[in-house]
T-cell receptor, first 112, second 114 residues
Framework: KAGVTQTPRYLIKTRGQQVTLSCSPI?????VSWYQQTPGQGLQFLFE???????NKGNFPGRFSGRQFSNSRSEMNVSTLELGDSALYLC???????????FGPGTRLTVL | AQTVTQSQPEMSVQEAETVTLSCTYD???????LFWYKQPPSRQMILVIR??????QNATENRFSVNFQKAAKSFSLKISDSQLGDTAMYFC???????????FGTGTSLTVIP
């Protein structure tokens, strides 16, 4: 089985712009979670989708949004980028609750 | 909300030696799962080991084992016979059945010295 894929792998944007990141889960996985990883902060949970529904959301401003499509692929959008949004954004998929999460390679976002 | 604390930002160990990474967590849930994930430099995060809270027996995966102390809310990872490939960031995480998210610690950067 192919693993979790994320595109693009690297992205450079300027303040005020918006960005869309994509995640394709492992085939058969219906749960997709997004995390922001920064040095010293570890992984901060953004949101989790299951069967196109957002089931849980972390403590991030409304500039961060996401969605999931019927094929379980998920996108994350960040509007009005700020310097502090520079981070590695990780996507993880799983069969459901309690199951191991499989992580993608991440998208490295740099905001200038 | 849950919290997961890893109090050792960095650790090092000599090759072939044993090292223990610490993790404490805080939850009011009765049923939950605990995990250790490994993130090698510039590589994807992978699961190392997983422990169900209702199981008293400590989980073991080859050279990796945990010391799960439920009353103390402690979940440490022991790596035996350390290898150079064990050099990575290690994250402790918890997950409960009432939420749909994992809570991660801030990680421990482990370096295996040849």
């Amino acid at each position: 089985k192919a693993g979790v894929t994320q595109t693009p792998r690297y992205l450079i944007k300027t303040r005020g712009q918006q960005v869309t990141l994509s995640c394709s889960p492992i085939s058969g996985h219906r749960s997709v979670s997004w995390y922001q990883q920064t040095p010293g902060q570890g992984l901060q949970f953004l949101f989790e989708y299951f069967s196109e529904t957002q089931r849980n959301k972390g403590n991030f401003p409304g500039r961060f949004s996401g969605r999931q499509f019927s094929n379980s692929r998920s996108e994350m959008n960040v509007s009005t980028l700020e310097l502090g949004d520079s981070a590695l954004y990780l996507c993880a998929s799983s069969l459901g609750i309690y199951n191991e999460q499989f992580f993608g390679p991440g998208t490295r976002l740099t905001v200038l | 909300a849950q919290t997961v604390t890893q109090s050792q930002p960095e650790m090092s160990v000599q090759e072939a030696e044993t090292v223990t990474l610490s993790c404490t967590y805080d939850t009011s849930e009765s049923n939950y799962y605990l995990f250790w994930y490994k993130q090698p430099p510039s590589r994807q995060m992978i699961l190392v080991i997983r422990q169900e809270a209702y199981k008293q027996q400590n989980a073991t995966e080859n050279r990796f084992s945990v010391n799960f102390q439920k009353a103390a809310k402690s979940f440490s990872l022991k790596i035996s016979d350390s290898q150079l490939g064990d050099t990575a960031m290690y994250f402790c995480a918890s997950h409960t059945n009432t939420g749909n998210q994992f809570y991660f610690g801030t990680g421990t950067s482990l370096t295996v010295i040849p």
